[in-house]
């Protein structure tokens, strides 16, 4: 089974950077895309950027465009988010999804959705101060 391991996380002032990763362990899965998400206490799990696994293609919510980049090494198993111009607001946990070919052909999803993954991590914690 795929395991989704996240890190990178912590605490940064406004207008700051940080670097999340996310290692995936186990046995492996033929992967149509990755992505990440971002929740806080009391509100929906939020899509924050995806890319597909093999066109490369990239997604991203609206409030994190210019700010945030998504990549992958396949070499290394490895997903990243690179965050910059950090504000209070994207204080969160953040989660990396997989969805496995497989999965994504039973549950067409949009990438923002999260019943379109099928694999998640524990999450980091991301903390923005003003």
């Known amino acids: 089974q795929v395991q989704l391991a996240e890190s990178g996380g912590g605490s940064v002032q406004a207008g700051g950077s940080l670097s999340l990763s996310c290692v995936s362990s186990?046995?492996?899965?033929?992967?149509?895309?990755m992505g990440w998400f971002r929740q806080v206490p009391g509100k929906e799990r939020e899509g924050v950027a995806a890319?597909?696994?093999?066109?490369?293609?990239?997604s991203y919510a609206d409030s994190v465009k210019g700010r945030f980049t998504i990549s992958q090494d396949n070499a290394k198993n490895t997903l990243y988010l690179q965050m910059s111009s950090l504000k209070p607001e994207d204080t969160a946990m953040y989660y990396c999804?997989?969805?496995?070919?497989?999965?994504?052909?039973?549950?067409?999803?949009?990438?923002?959705?999260?019943?379109?993954?099928?694999?998640w991590g524990q999450g980091t914690q991301v903390t923005v101060s003003s």
């Open positions: 999804g997989a969805a496995s070919t497989a999965y994504a052909e039973v549950y067409a999803g949009r990438w923002y959705e999260d019943r379109s993954y099928n694999v």
């Open positions: 186990g046995s492996t899965f033929r992967t149509y895309r």
């Open positions: 890319i597909n696994t093999n066109s490369r293609d990239t």
